[in-house]
């Protein structure tokens, strides 16, 4: 049950089960599909927060995920984007890879910014919103949705990309007939 707490002023989430947001399964899907292209060699994943938060990281292992990251977090914190990307922006000059993906935005404040804050933390090329993810060499092509059609970019890595829920969109799974 989700309980109110006008004391706060926002909600109880103790004994709540963390899982992962679309946005991030989608970044991950992409990672893992990278991976069976020989496009990337390792896939490590992070998450910030209370300990709860590596439910999120077991599940990215299941998915295909080489290693995962916890930053420990307590819970009564309110982490932002700021401080998530800050955080986000140590692990990267500690793991040195040459593509962060992550979901485009977290569904508890839909702030969609983190991708953004990190990319200018580290002054890295950034492709938002990724619907198409072309990896070329060091090359990157990226198409997104925008208003009135699709927007191609390119940018060069080291890059970070944000996943949109139509990139990896999965179909129905198929039935057999019965």
């Not at 970044?27 to 020989?38: D, F, L």
């Not at 998915?63 to 998530?84: C, F, N």
């Not at 569904?107 to 070329?136: E, F, H, K, R, Y």
């Not at 080291?158 to 019965?178: F, K, Q, Y």
Request: negative net charge.
């Amino acid at each position: 049950a989700v309980v109110s707490t006008a004391e706060y002023g926002g909600v109880v989430t103790e004994g709540v089960k963390h899982s992962m947001n679309p946005f991030d399964e989608n970044a991950i899907e992409e990672a893992v599909r990278m991976k069976q292209k020989k496009l990337v060699k390792e896939i490590v994943v992070a998450s910030c927060g209370p300990t709860q938060s590596q439910e999120t990281i077991r599940t990215a292992l299941a998915m295909g995920a080489d290693r995962g990251l916890h930053v420990e977090i307590p819970a009564s914190e309110d982490l932002q984007p700021l401080a998530v990307a800050k955080i986000f922006a140590k692990l990267v000059e500690k793991e040195n890879p040459d593509l962060v993906i992550l979901g485009k935005q977290a569904i508890d404040d839909d702030a969609n910014q983190t991708t953004q804050l990190l990319a200018g933390l580290l002054d890295w090329p950034q492709g938002t919103m990724a619907s198409v993810v072309d990896v070329s060499g060091e090359n990157i092509k990226i198409t997104r949705e925008i208003d009135g059609g699709l927007e191609d970019i390119s940018v060069k890595m080291p890059a970070i990309i944000s996943a949109d829920l139509r990139l990896n969109e999965r179909g129905m799974p198929h039935c057999p007939t019965l």
